[in-house]
């Protein structure tokens, strides 16, 4: 879990030469006025922006499951949804000591919730690549709403490149375009991960329900085994007595 903390912390500046050639296409954007290309770069500002933060909430969750497991008492899980909560935005502070502008907005509150979501439907801990590709899909859809210009007002995409982005699109007059764009991409990508996170609920409640059912076509097993022994051993004490006596 820490491990994965500190892998988040360095990813920013580990993808600084990620950063900058993203800063190149978006003023070859500018250059070329080609919406579509804008679409592709703000895609891929998306994808960078998840790539940087999701060792945070993945490290988070692994956290929150060894201290405070999915199935204990309510009082301790809530006290377990302290540790997103807290151990992220902590993160995003030492990410701007060290040199890297993070931007703990919305979309990025928006994903811790999806990491708490995610806990309190799950009895049970999950793989580590259930849990990175549900959280990849949550943080995604909810990055791409730090896309949209008209939600920059509300405290959405104040980061560096979303900025650029976003002001690219006012420069060609594309901006319902990148809201729109980012408001459906947000609902199809949280709307997988929702269904990627009931599916992780049913596939571990499937299996709890089968080993229930193999341990019970066990135990009657073994209590059937145990008939057949008692009434072996009694027909053979009966064959006994028959031939001792006269």
Request: charged share 15%; aromatic share 10%; glycine share 10%.
């Amino acid at each position: 879990g820490f491990g994965l903390l500190a892998l988040g912390i360095v990813a920013g500046h580990l993808l600084r030469s990620v950063d900058l050639r993203l800063v190149s296409a978006t003023r070859s954007v500018i250059a070329g006025g080609d919406s579509g290309r804008l679409l592709v770069v703000a895609t891929q500002v998306t994808a960078l922006n998840t790539l940087r933060v999701l060792p945070l909430y993945l490290g988070a969750f692994v956290l929150m499951e060894e201290y405070v497991p999915a199935g204990g008492r309510w009082t301790r899980r809530v006290l377990g949804y302290l540790v997103p909560a807290l151990l992220v935005p902590l993160s995003y502070q030492v990410i701007r000591l060290i040199g890297t502008p993070y931007d703990f907005g919305v979309p990025a509150m928006l994903s811790v919730a999806g990491v708490i979501l995610v806990h309190a439907l799950s009895p049970y801990p999950q793989g580590l690549f259930f849990r990175a590709f549900t959280f990849g899909m949550f943080s995604f859809g909810w990055q791409w709403l730090g896309m949209a210009p008209r939600l920059t007002g509300y405290g959405f995409g104040m980061g560096d490149l979303s900025v650029d982005v976003k002001n690219t699109a006012a420069f060609l007059g594309q901006e319902a375009l990148l809201n729109q764009w980012s408001v459906v991409s947000c609902g199809l990508f949280v709307g997988i991960a929702l269904v990627m996170a009931k599916f992780m609920v049913d596939y571990r409640n499937h299996l709890d329900l089968v080993r229930r059912h193999q341990a019970k076509e066990l135990e009657l097993r073994q209590a059937a085994a145990r008939n057949l022994e008692a009434r072996s051993r009694a027909e053979m004490q009966r064959l006994v007595h028959d031939l001792k006596t006269p």
